[in-house]
């Protein structure tokens, strides 16, 4: 499985941005998709996951503001973020597992990170 993020850039505090995430591969609809995020300085934290059958799973700290969703038909994952902060501000990573976890060492495949940019 190969992945693919995009849709990262530059917002104002108490914007929306929406990141996809595109997977090739036949294998796409019996992985976990997960989104995480790495801020300089920090270690890449948990953001969600959205399972093989579409049971999701947030981290508090974007819980109510954050939305994934999987469209199988185009093998992509999106990330409809809203009500961003400054803090928010990373690099943000799409990744595949086999299981939903909340730890990137349990990834089996990454794309390329976006970068999400929220100013004050």
């Known amino acids: 499985v190969q992945l693919q993020a995009s849709g990262g850039g530059l917002v104002q505090a108490g914007g929306s941005m929406r990141l996809s995430c595109a997977a090739s591969?036949?294998?796409?609809?019996?992985?976990?998709m997960h989104w995480f995020r790495q801020a300089p300085g920090s270690e890449r934290e948990f953001v969600v996951v959205?399972?093989?059958?579409?049971?999701?799973y947030y981290a508090d700290s974007v819980k109510g503001r954050f939305t994934v969703s999987r469209d199988s038909a185009k093998n992509t994952v999106y990330l409809q973020m809203s009500g961003l902060k400054p803090e928010d501000t990373a690099v943000y990573y799409c990744?595949?597992?086999?299981?939903?976890?909340?730890?990137?060492?349990?990834?089996?495949?990454w794309g390329k990170g976006t970068q999400v940019t929220v100013s004050s």
């Open positions: 591969g036949r294998t796409f609809s019996s992985y976990a």
């Open positions: 959205i399972g093989s059958a579409g049971r999701t």
């Open positions: 990744a595949a597992g086999k299981i939903i976890s909340d730890t990137p060492g349990r990834m089996d495949y």
